[in-house]
């Protein structure tokens, strides 16, 4: 698999079969996204993962809520929830709804409780970041999601980063102790893609390259 079909063949997957991923797959996954660039080679990922009863504890304190939070998520976020869209951004969100019902059908209705559920993943990464780095190390820990989704496509696995999995940044804190000194960035959900489930058929659309990208010559 090239670089390139992995990147055309990922896509966030949000209904995943009942089996545990190896933690032998999960280290080989982690240690080809080590390679990942960082601002002057700083590596500022920290990475838990929750599994089994601590996930689990994890997915009942995010459908609880716990307290409204920015953009009216859960208990709230580690990290600013950005105060507005852009109009560009915006226009883009729109077009999910078509493409989930061109794509998903009758499946569109699982979007909201798979949402509120984790997806029902196995397994979910948490990417964690010391508060002492600035704003910088977020490309870092976003180039290294990246890596970590390229490399679980490789191995048959699917992933989605979330907002939803990172609402209830105490719970997870407790459940995985997590240092106070930490961000909790970003979560990604992982796991074995459920075939028959017609949500997983959702492909949003992207802009023609030819609109985003300016040459200065």
Known sequence: MTVTEALNKRSSIRAYLPKPVPKEILMEIFEAAQRTPSWAN????EVFVAAGAALGRIKDAAASGGGPGPGGYGGGTDLPMPA?????????????GASMQRDCGDAM????????????????????????????????????????????????????????????????????????????????????????????????????????VRFGE
């Open 109 to 212: 209705g699982q979007f909201g409780p798979l949402n509120a559920g984790m997806y029902n993943a196995p397994a979910v990464i948490y990417l964690c970041v010391d508060k002492a780095h600035g704003q910088w190390s977020l490309y870092d820990i976003g180039a290294y999601s990246q890596s970590v989704m390229l490399a679980a496509v490789e191995r048959g696995l699917g992933t989605i980063p979330a907002i939803m999995l990172v609402t209830r940044p105490d719970v997870i804190r407790k459940e995985l102790n997590i240092p106070d000194n930490l961000n909790i960035a970003l979560g990604i959900a992982i796991g074995y893609p459920d075939p028959d489930n017609k949500i997983n058929n959702l492909h949003t659309e992207r802009d023609d390259v030819t609109t985003a």
């Open 84 to 96: 507005q869209w852009s109009e560009d951004a915006k226009r883009r969100t729109a077009t999910i």
């Open 42 to 45: 700083t590596q500022p990922w």
